[in-house]
């Protein structure tokens, strides 16, 4: 029987003591004195959520094939342990080997949203890691980050030893037989981040030096050594059919968020969304083969025993095999009662043949996500769907047996004035009359119920909005009132329901997601007060936020509604993910004149991503 | 054909919950490629019975679970089929045809268990605390002859008094552990924490449950005959 990290009496105390024994089906144990690197794989999150994470999943059979690699798992402890552990001093721990994270030779932090940013501070404060990675000694673990928001890792850039920017199938086995040879000559700390900085994707903060105008916009931003590369280049996997897939993943005892098989059938996106950071830093859309996606299906189902798989991408309907690749599932698994999910799918007549193949229609609602109501904005946004899509779409659900629909869309966008955000009411009120119109009354199942809801448009790096001013927390609930007070004023009022998202919250991703070095001492403020779980609503206090704007002196607004001009020097300028920034100010431009980009099957808009040599940029020309 | 395991849950996994070891199952059935018989309706799932849900931080030799088999596979074949998709601590350990119906439903037949108490670490636990143990097992006798034992318990309709002693069948030492065997079911349930509780406090002791560990030995369903209580383990029941 192993030895557990905490006693009973403590794990007896705290909701879901589950989530800190391990042990759980296929989670993998080694002899550690039979290895030479031990790998802590974090998900900055409480475990539920970072159990859902397929990354994860694939890094840590990747990591765990390796014979000289022991890689574990370690998540956020909710606030109920967190507590204990600070009071009775017991330091973080890894869920397999239940050992400190302090013993481990890396620890690896995915981070996948900015509200997480706190988690971290938590994460290495209870491991006993000094907060500044400067401050590491030699036998601390080196701190690694990766994940979406290292593509901005500027306000973490304090924290961190290194970070990984791309997808990490890609150059972990470079780094680890580098520490590996390093450790053995008993190299230091800082001779390694050096050498490391030289693999391709790999950004050492320390070894770089920034500096700032009068105005406070950067001025320079530069290595401090000839040798440390003035740019770092995304890395990505170009053949993503035989990348290493995880056979057999972790299956946790405790329902996960998600609680079911995850096929990744593509990277990527085809459409260019303006918004959308996915679509640009994953580019260029990579498809995995379909033969051998039935494989992985087909070894996953069977390892784990879940009774549902997702086929998930960015836009699951832009893959090309879809409809083989459902055929398949329905035909062999159909009987055994596996369920299919398919999320991220655009609504049109395909996508409706191929859902009522895998779902009951009766239980099941409808998603849309035109992100804004009027014609005019979706174009500004680059959102290539029309009024008539929308429509004809919900008329074919509608008569498909379907009657709830939830639509998504976005307030606060560029360019956006009350007329579009009324016309997310017009849009509503149109897609309920389209049910009352195509269904007749004695083939209606209840009423027609249309869910609207709301979110505060947030700039991201690498897109073409990261250009873009955001609003005021007063400001977005106005955008959402206007919506709510246009929603009551139609016919169909009693068919939709409006929800919309917190404003506070809003305002703080934006600081963080396009902020510089000097955010970070904001960070450390807040969760120096004790602010952990941002992303829960009934942890987050938007207060600490504000007294550690107030005590750092560090201004949100100079983030967040200061217009940028095209050519200011951005904090992650410095990143080269392949999308040139000619492509984004282009389409910045574009978005101005309200002009629509054709997605890339339809035609190349030579945003550069061809430069990796592969995927959709090559497809048909092989 | 309807069939019962048993199975044994031992060591972290007394830490999770009842309705987590239920999907656990099902998931395990789907690993292991045994036929089982799904509901109709809306929302199929699985038909499964589970005799006595375990309280969070008890191991058990002896748990047992009714299933119905769509294809009916060996008891050999089955268990060597689970052994081999099993989490560790879990081992399935037999499994048995038992009547069809309401006659064969685990969960209405129980009707005692037994348990096995003892201190899971002793060279953790303060001195304090393992004396107080040492008592109460000394003294069990002079608690057990009071003919009225009187715990409050939290109902549906606030706190009542039950007197517990009629559910108490046995309770002695043996060596350091403690045996218990007591009423347990849906007609009579009594938890073994309550009654060693009621005990220390009988007794003027004090010690906090967590240093105990619990491990259920038996699970028995009440056979009468001709007015007579018998009890027979759950797994002795086949056809």
């Given at each position: 029987m192993k030895k557990l990290a905490v006693d009973d009496s403590i794990?007896?105390?705290?909701?879901?003591?589950?989530?800190?024994?391990?042990?759980?089906?296929?989670?993998?144990?080694?002899?550690?004195?039979?290895?030479?690197?031990?790998f802590a794989m974090c998900?900055?999150?409480?475990?539920?959520?970072?159990?859902?994470?397929?990354?994860?999943?694939?890094?840590?059979?990747?990591?765990?094939?390796?014979?000289?690699?022991?890689?574990?798992?370690?998540?956020?402890?909710?606030?109920?342990?967190?507590?204990?552990?600070?009071?009775?001093?017991?330091?973080?721990?890894?869920?397999?080997?239940?050992?400190?994270?302090?013993?481990?030779?890396?620890?690896?932090?995915?981070?996948?949203?900015?509200?997480?940013?706190?988690?971290?501070?938590?994460?290495?404060?209870?491991?006993?890691?000094?907060?500044?990675?400067?401050?590491?000694?030699?036998?601390?673990?080196?701190?690694?980050?990766?994940?979406p928001c290292a593509y901005n890792p500027e306000p973490l850039a304090p924290f961190f030893d290194m970070f990984y920017i791309g997808e990490g199938e890609t150059q972990y086995n470079t780094l680890f037989d580098l520490y590996r040879k390093m450790k053995k000559e008993g190299k230091t700390r800082q001779e390694f981040l050096r050498q490391a900085s030289h693999i391709p994707g790999i950004y050492v903060p320390s070894l770089y030096q920034v500096s700032y105008n009068e105005d406070g916009t950067l001025r320079q931003f530069m290595p401090l050594y000839d040798d440390v590369p003035a740019r770092v280049k995304k890395q990505i996997v170009m053949d993503l059919t035989d990348a290493v897939y995880?056979?057999?993943?972790?299956?946790?005892?405790?329902?996960?968020?998600?609680?079911?098989?995850?096929?990744?059938?593509?990277?990527?996106?085809?459409?260019?969304?303006?918004?959308?950071?996915?679509?640009?830093?994953?580019?260029?859309?990579?498809?995995?083969?379909?033969?051998?996606?039935?494989?992985?299906?087909?070894?996953?189902?069977?390892?784990?025993?879940?009774?549902?798989?997702?086929?998930?991408?960015?836009?699951?309907?832009?893959?090309?095999?879809?409809?083989?690749?459902?055929?398949?599932?329905v035909e062999k698994y159909g009987k055994e009662h596996i369920n299919i999910a398919l999320p991220s799918l655009r609504i049109d007549a395909f996508s409706l043949d191929i859902m009522s193949k895998v779902q009951d229609v009766r239980k099941s609602s409808l998603t849309f996500a035109?992100?804004?109501?009027?014609?005019?904005?979706?174009?500004?946004?680059?959102?290539?769907?029309?009024?008539?899509?929308?429509?004809?779409?919900a008329a074919q659900a509608f008569r498909g047996g379907w009657s709830h629909v939830k639509l998504y869309f976005m307030l606060g966008l560029p360019q956006e004035n009350d007329d579009d955000r009324r016309d997310i009411a017009h849009l509503a009120n149109k897609i309920a009359a389209v049910f009352y119109e195509e269904v007749p009354k004695e083939e209606r199942h209840g009423k027609c119920q249309i869910t609207v809801s709301t979110s505060f448009f947030v700039?991201?790096?690498?897109?073409?909005?990261?250009?873009?001013?955001?609003?005021?927390?007063?400001?977005?609930?106005?955008?959402?009132?206007?919506?709510?007070?246009?929603?009551?004023?139609?016919?169909?009022?009693?068919?939709?329901?409006?929800?919309?998202?917190?404003a506070e919250e809003t305002v703080l991703e934006g600081f963080l997601a396009r902020g510089d070095r000097r955010c970070a001492s904001v960070i450390e403020k807040v969760y120096r007060s004790g602010?952990?779980?941002?992303?829960?609503?009934?942890?987050?206090?938007?207060?600490?936020?504000?007294?550690?704007?107030?005590?750092?002196?560090?201004?949100?607004?100079?983030?967040?509604?200061?217009?940028?001009?095209?050519?200011?020097?951005?904090?992650?300028?410095?990143?080269?993910?392949?999308?040139?920034?000619?492509?984004?100010?282009?389409?910045?431009q574009h978005a101005m004149?309200?002009?629509?980009?054709?997605?890339?099957?339809?035609?190349?808009?030579?945003?550069?991503?061809?430069?990796?040599?592969?995927g959709v940029c090559y497809e048909g020309q092989i | 054909m309807k069939v019962r395991f048993k199975y044994s849950r031992q060591g972290e996994l007394r830490f999770i919950g009842h309705l987590d070891i239920m999907r656990y199952f099902q998931k395990a059935m789907r690993r292991a490629g045994i036929d089982i018989r799904y509901s109709e309706g809306m929302s199929p799932h699985m038909i499964m019975s589970f005799a006595l849900p375990l309280s969070v931080g008890q191991t058990s030799d002896c748990e047992y679970m009714d299933v119905e088999l769509n294809t009916p596979i060996s008891r050999e074949e089955a268990l060597s089929r689970l052994n081999s998709v099993m989490a560790e601590g879990i081992r399935v350990t037999d499994m048995i045809q038992v009547a069809e119906g309401k006659a064969g439903k685990a969960m209405s037949l129980v009707s005692a268990a037994d348990y096995r108490v003892k201190i899971r670490d002793a060279e953790k636990t303060p001195e304090e605390y393992r004396h107080s143990w040492q008592q109460m097992l000394d003294h069990l006798g002079l608690f057990l002859t009071q003919s009225d034992i009187e715990v409050t318990k939290e109902g549906k309709d606030g706190l009542k008094n039950v007197n517990i002693r009629p559910l108490i069948l046995d309770?002695?030492?043996?060596?350091?552990?403690?045996?218990?065997?007591?009423r347990a079911g849906s007609q009579a349930n009594l938890k073994p924490g309550a009654a060693i509780r009621s005990c220390l406090d009988f007794l003027d002791l004090s010690m906090p449950e967590y240093i105990l560990s619990v491990n259920r030995e038996e699970v028995y369903a009440d056979v009468s005959e001709n007015g007579e209580h018998k009890l027979v383990p759950l797994g002795e029941l086949g056809i």
């Open positions: 794990l007896l105390s705290v909701d879901k003591p589950a989530r800190y024994i391990g042990s759980e089906l296929n989670s993998v144990v080694k002899d550690k004195n039979k290895i030479d690197i031990r998900f900055p999150d409480v475990y539920e959520i970072g159990m859902s994470h397929l990354g994860i999943q694939i890094l840590y059979d990747m990591f765990n094939r390796r014979e000289d690699v022991w890689c574990e798992r370690v998540y956020s402890p909710w606030t109920d342990m967190d507590r204990v552990m600070r009071e009775k001093n017991i330091r973080l721990f890894a869920l397999e080997s239940q050992d400190p994270i302090l013993d481990f030779d890396f620890l690896g932090i995915t981070i996948q949203y900015e509200m997480c940013y706190t988690n971290i501070l938590q994460i290495l404060d209870l491991s006993g890691i000094p907060l500044h990675a400067q401050d590491r000694s030699d036998n601390c673990p080196i701190v690694i980050g990766g994940g995880p056979e057999k993943p972790v299956v946790p005892y405790i329902k996960a968020t998600q609680d079911r098989v995850v096929l990744e059938v593509q990277r990527g996106c085809i459409r260019g969304c303006r918004f959308c950071q996915a679509g640009m830093i994953y580019r260029p859309t990579r498809q995995r083969n379909v033969k051998v996606l039935e494989k992985h299906a087909d070894s996953m189902l069977k390892s784990t025993g879940y009774e549902e798989i997702n086929l998930s991408s960015l836009s699951t309907s832009d893959y090309t095999q879809l409809s083989g690749l459902v055929d398949y599932l035109p992100e804004a109501g009027s014609q005019r904005l979706r174009n500004i946004i680059n959102k290539g769907l029309t009024e008539e899509d929308i429509l004809g779409g700039p991201k790096p690498f897109t073409p909005f990261q250009w873009a001013v955001m609003y005021s927390p007063g400001d977005y609930l106005g955008f959402a009132a206007t919506v709510n007070h246009e929603i009551k004023a139609q016919l169909n009022h009693k068919s939709i329901k409006y929800n919309w998202h917190q602010q952990i779980f941002d992303a829960w609503t009934e942890c987050f206090h938007y207060e600490n936020w504000l007294n550690a704007f107030d005590e750092t002196g560090v201004d949100p607004d100079f983030y967040t509604k200061r217009p940028r001009s095209l050519d200011e020097l951005l904090p992650w300028d410095f990143i080269d993910i392949g999308v040139s920034r000619e492509f984004l100010k282009r389409e910045w004149e309200g002009k629509v980009t054709p997605n890339c099957r339809e035609q190349c808009s030579g945003c550069g991503a061809r430069v990796f040599g592969g | 309770m002695h030492q043996e060596e350091d552990s403690l045996f218990l065997r007591v």
